[in-house]
């Protein structure tokens, strides 16, 4: 069975700090890893990895995958209250033979941002 | 360019009722995807639909059903609702081109079971 593991589960940090968030995966033909923040309600999507060492950024965030290791990483620097969500961490698989089996998700990381 | 939209946004029943929720996908996308998320927990994949069909299940039981329209829209049915069945379910769209999928994901459907 597919598993994701997201670390911390909270975190707490002052504006301004940088965080690094946790995602180790067990996954079965390996596909793809994304990243999404969700704030209220609706995951939006942040970065897809599917090759090791190549890091993704988008402004202050940006994201890395360690497909030996089975791991990545999601850096947010110089934080702003705007960033306080869940982050949300998955993977997708090759199709079995029965199918799609859909993303399989963490728990996340409840980031809070203190001013 | 459209989102994902979906209805209702929060809705109460009690054990043994029925639910439909509904989606619209994004403009563009061909395939749909359910997802639920209880309280705490990430997203846990329901079912997906492409070309109308059913093309992949999770660990749920069969009494959740789905349907997908020729527009791409898509129905989520939930019968003889269990307490456990309270969660935020998500409904999510992408284009099925052989590559990777990025979905994208509605603001969901909050059902509470009394």
């Known amino acids: 069975e597919d598993k994701v593991v997201q670390s911390p589960l909270s975190l707490v940090v002052h504006e301004g700090d940088t965080v690094t968030l946790n995602c180790s995966y067990e996954?079965?033909?390996?596909?793809?890893l994304l990243w999404y923040k969700q704030e209220k309600k609706a995951p939006t999507f942040l970065f897809m990895l599917?090759?090791?060492?190549i890091e993704k950024k988008s402004g202050r965030l940006s994201s890395i995958l360690d497909k030996k290791e089975l791991f990545s990483i999601l850096n947010i620097t110089a934080t702003q209250t705007g960033d306080s969500a869940v982050y949300l961490c998955?993977?997708?698989?090759?199709?079995?033979?029965?199918?799609?089996?859909?993303?399989?998700f963490g728990k996340g990381t409840h980031l809070i941002i203190q001013p | 360019e459209t989102g994902v939209t979906q209805s209702p946004t929060h809705l109460i029943k009690t054990r043994g009722q029925q639910v439909t929720l509904r989606c619209s996908s994004q403009?563009?996308?061909?395939?749909v995807s359910w997802y639920q998320q209880a309280l705490g927990q990430g997203p846990q994949f329901i079912f997906q639909?492409?070309?109308?069909?059913?093309?992949g299940r999770g660990n749920f039981p069969p009494r959740f059903s789905g349907l997908q329209f020729p527009n791409y829209s898509s129905e989520l049915n939930v019968n003889a609702l269990e307490l456990d069945d309270s969660a935020l379910y998500l409904c999510?769209?992408?284009?099925?081109?052989?590559?990777?999928?990025?979905?994208?994901f509605g603001a969901g459907s909050r059902l509470t079971v009394l």
């Open positions: 999510a769209s992408s284009l099925q081109v052989g590559g990777a999928n990025v979905l994208t």
């Open positions: 998955a993977v997708e698989a090759y199709y079995s033979g029965g199918g799609a089996d859909g993303l399989t």
């Open positions: 599917t090759s090791s060492g």
């Open positions: 403009s563009g996308h061909n395939t």
């Open positions: 639909y492409y070309r109308e069909e059913e093309n």
């Open positions: 996954v079965t033909n390996f596909r793809s």
